[in-house]
């Protein structure tokens, strides 16, 4: 591989437009020379491809950017990943601020020989105080709140961003090795991609699983991990990021302060957040895990189906929508390439 490997920068828009002239700015003033990057605005009638357009004109002349239908976020980067020229694919979002050494720093962590092992990668994200930012503090903007040091999984199969919410970061300064990169920000080698690319029906390659709207990082995390492709937490770079975070435990206990507090979301939010979790566990949960992973999940499954029971009976539907797509999500399990056994991925539980 070349010392300066080309990296594509792979960014899906829908609306937002308040947050581009920081984000799309920061983004391409990266001091790594090769890259290229790919955007796709999916707004319902292109409002973001021309904000771009007409109000961030210098930003316009440098990317490349499609509108198109809107194919949420497994199909809009699936089109982008099926374009890109690089080695490594940056799947990034619109609602962050980017340092200038952004793609450098990661590609020096990713390029070290002790590191040419790993599929994917994250980095340090924490919380961004858009208003202030707004208000032209763009340094005071920058949170001590933790967003996500990436995708961490339990023994009862609950996933989480790691240190959500949290402003002291010692505790996750020893973290290497992770689960996977949360989907907001996630570094993917694209010859790791290719390799669990799914082939579906119409001869169309999937990396994202264009089923899930929800937990789609989860899977593509899932996949590769059993490809034998670990996933690397890079902590030497920090990008900031305006979502609103959760703190959530990952015991079984906990599983009811999560469900109560997904309650309070819209009816598509979590009924698309509980399909990508059913499917997650059909594709990617394996008889080889050990016992107390068993139990543990059997567990979990029993208090999620029970809160549906009594409490969101709405939810029943994605049930329904696990059998009717029960022909390919069961394709889609057995062409998992599968060359790490269950013990390693088990030594990624909490």
Not at 114 to 139: C, P, Q, V
């Amino acid at each position: 591989m070349p010392k300066n490997p080309k990296v594509t920068i792979g960014v899906i828009l829908f609306k937002g437009e308040k947050y581009l002239k920081h984000s799309l700015r920061s983004l391409i003033a990266q001091d790594y020379s090769n890259v290229e990057y790919l955007v796709r605005d999916q707004s319902p009638n292109g409002e973001a491809y021309e904000y771009v357009k007409n109000q961030l004109p210098d930003v316009f002349k440098k990317i490349k950017l499609e509108k198109g239908g809107n194919l949420w976020h497994s199909g809009g980067h699936n089109v982008l990943i099926n374009q890109m020229k690089g080695q490594y694919y940056f799947c990034c979002s619109n609602d962050m601020l980017y340092p200038s050494d952004f793609v450098s720093g990661c590609m020096k962590e990713l390029q070290n020989p002790e590191n040419r092992m790993f599929g994917s990668a994250t980095i340090k994200l924490m919380k961004w105080d858009f208003e202030k930012a707004e208000n032209g503090d763009i340094e005071g903007s920058k949170t001590k709140m933790i967003d996500s040091f990436g995708i961490g999984i339990a023994k009862n199969h609950h996933f989480f961003d790691i240190g959500s919410g949290d402003t002291d970061q010692t505790p996750y300064l020893t973290l290497r090795r992770i689960f996977g990169p949360s989907g907001a920000l996630a570094i993917y080698k694209k010859e790791a991609l290719d390799e669990i690319a799914y082939k579906n029906e119409d001869g169309k390659l999937e990396y994202f699983d264009e089923l899930l709207h929800y937990k789609n990082d989860v899977d593509l995390s899932y996949r590769l991990q059993w490809a034998g492709f670990p996933s690397l937490l890079i902590k030497s770079v920090t990008v900031y990021h305006d979502r609103q975070v959760g703190v959530f435990g990952h015991t079984n206990f906990n599983i009811i302060n999560r469900l109560i507090s997904n309650a309070a979301k819209s009816k598509w939010v979590r009924g698309n957040s509980f399909f990508g979790h059913l499917v997650v566990l059909k594709k990617n949960y394996y008889r080889g895990f050990s016992w107390e992973v068993k139990i543990k999940t059997l567990i979990s499954r029993m208090l999620r189906f029970l809160w549906v029971l009594f409490f969101d009976a709405n939810l029943f539907k994605q049930y329904k929508q696990m059998k009717k797509f029960s022909r390919e999500i069961n394709l889609k399990r057995k062409a998992i390439v599968r060359r790490a056994d269950a013990a390693k991925i088990e030594k990624l539980m909490n």
